[in-house]
């Protein structure tokens, strides 16, 4: 199911059609250093990870992970999305994509759309984002998107993140 278009990509649902896109993208060096191990190790444990999260979340909270595809091809590159955290007291976005479309401003477009998306169809009044101190091409994305440090937190399942919000005005 599309929910998002821009310029050069359209966001859409995750499915269990996906499984072996997200095998590969959990278990980039990136991923695996900056976001986690989610111990996705076969194509099973990929549909797993789609039901238990992405999906999971699409039916808890209308929103989740979405597949970032390119609009002249239909290439899956990566997922942008907005999280609901146990830990955190709002929405977070997030964005992984592989290496070999990283410095295209690929992410930028997908989370300037998603955090648009937040505000406007869920009525998200802030948004908050986290992310490794060391992660510069994921901060950068973040403050090109408005997006304003707060603080460091800890996270149960990391050590230190950086802490971001965009808090939309009306």
């Known amino acids: 199911m599309r929910v998002l278009e821009t310029d050069r990509l359209v966001l859409?649902?995750?499915?269990?059609?996906d499984a072996e896109f997200i095998f590969r993208l959990v278990n980039e060096p990136a991923w695996l250093r900056y976001i986690g191990d989610k111990h996705v190790r076969n194509l099973d444990d990929a549909r797993n990870y789609l039901r238990t999260g992405p999906m999971d979340m699409y039916q808890r909270f209308g929103f989740g992970m979405f597949l970032v595809e390119l609009k002249s091809t239909g290439e899956a590159i990566g997922s942008c999305g907005l999280l609901k955290r146990d830990t955190l007291p709002d929405p977070d976005i997030g964005y992984a994509f592989?290496?070999?479309?990283?410095?295209?401003?690929?992410?930028?477009?997908?989370?300037?759309?998603?955090?648009?998306?937040?505000?406007?169809?869920?009525?998200?009044?802030?948004?908050?984002?986290?992310?490794?101190?060391?992660?510069?091409?994921?901060?950068?994305?973040?403050?090109?998107?408005?997006?304003?440090?707060?603080?460091?937190?800890?996270?149960?399942?990391?050590?230190?993140?950086?802490?971001?919000?965009?808090?939309?005005?009306?």
């Open 12 to 17: 859409r649902r995750l499915t269990l059609d």
């Open 98 to 170: 592989l290496p070999e479309h990283w410095g295209k401003g690929y992410a930028l477009e997908a989370a300037a759309a998603v955090l648009q998306y937040g505000h406007r169809e869920h009525r998200l009044p802030r948004i908050l984002a986290i992310t490794s101190p060391d992660n510069e091409r994921s901060i950068q994305v973040l403050q090109k998107c408005g997006m304003h440090f707060q603080r460091f937190i800890e996270m149960a399942e990391r050590d230190q993140v950086k802490l971001f919000a965009l808090e939309f005005v009306g």
